[in-house]
């Protein structure tokens, strides 16, 4: 019996949130409503930009991700996890305030990365500017080669896939932003990735593996099969 109760804090944004759940949905081995998961769901799309924040031209989006965690928590969530790879910049702040564990995306990507692309040593990475600054891909790959699009890339193809008038945060996910991306994309393995990973959850809504020519991975994907199961980190 699925008897855990899934949370996810979400909001950060609205569409990514609900493709989280949408994922949990079909790494559940189901056969019937009830042998789901509950999962409770707060999606709080009032918490302050995570890039602005990470930037210093933003407010704290903590607190607002607190209250959030906590309201999940009320709820007796067993574990919660977060649609928004910048805002894991924040995780261990919002982890402090709450006993719900939070399931950290960048580990269990590297998980999969140890477990699937083993000889994999080269990773590319698409993202926002400020989840690159954050310096969270080196924290956690630590023992692998990170590497990332040229300046003039990130701002023109990244950042305006997300953030651009046309872009992914504005409700489009195809056309130019996929366009965009796949430029970057193969930027990266031009220069030597192995494997690519989708930084950002509005990417991981536009670009699919079938997009590009070499393995592309989707935290979210992996943190959905992740919170289905017991793994060595939630442990």
């Given amino acids: 019996m699925n008897d855990k109760i899934i949370g996810i804090l979400g909001g950060m944004g609205p569409e990514a949130t609900a493709e989280?759940?949408?994922?949990?949905?079909?790494?559940?081995?189901?056969?019937?409503?009830?042998?789901?998961?509950?999962?409770?769901?707060?999606?709080?799309?009032?918490?302050?930009d995570r890039t602005e924040a990470?930037?210093?031209?933003?407010?704290?989006?903590?607190?607002?991700?607190?209250h959030a965690a906590k309201n999940l928590e009320k709820l007796d969530v067993d574990v919660a996890c977060i649609p928004c790879m910048t805002a894991h910049y924040f995780i261990d702040d919002v982890q402090r305030e709450v006993?719900?564990?939070?399931?950290?995306?960048?580990?269990?990507?590297?998980?999969f990365i140890?477990?699937?692309?083993?000889?994999a040593s080269k990773i590319g990475v698409l993202a926002t500017t400020g989840t690159l600054e954050s310096g969270l891909f080196e924290k956690y790959l630590d023992n692998m080669d990170v590497i990332y699009p040229t300046p003039f890339t990130q701002q023109e193809k990244v950042m305006k896939a997300?953030?651009?008038?046309?872009?992914?945060?504005?409700?489009?996910?195809?056309?130019?932003?996929?366009?965009?991306?796949?430029?970057a994309a193969q930027e990266l393995i031009e220069n030597g990735a192995e494997v690519i990973i989708s930084g950002c959850t509005e990417i991981g809504l536009v670009l699919k593996p079938y997009h590009v020519k070499t393995p592309l991975i989707d935290p979210m994907e992996v943190v959905a099969h992740a919170v289905v199961k017991e793994t060595v980190y939630q442990k």
């Fill in 20 to 48: 989280c759940y949408l994922k949990i949905i079909r790494a559940t081995n189901a056969s019937k409503d009830q042998e789901h998961f509950r999962v409770i769901i707060d999606s709080n799309s009032k918490i302050p």
């Fill in 54 to 66: 990470i930037s210093g031209r933003g407010p704290n989006p903590v607190p607002e991700m607190v």
């Fill in 99 to 111: 006993n719900v564990p939070l399931l950290n995306a960048f580990l269990e990507t590297k998980k």
């Fill in 114 to 119: 140890q477990d699937v692309h083993p000889k």
């Fill in 162 to 183: 997300i953030y651009g008038e046309e872009g992914i945060k504005s409700g489009n996910t195809d056309g130019e932003p996929l366009h965009l991306l796949q430029e």
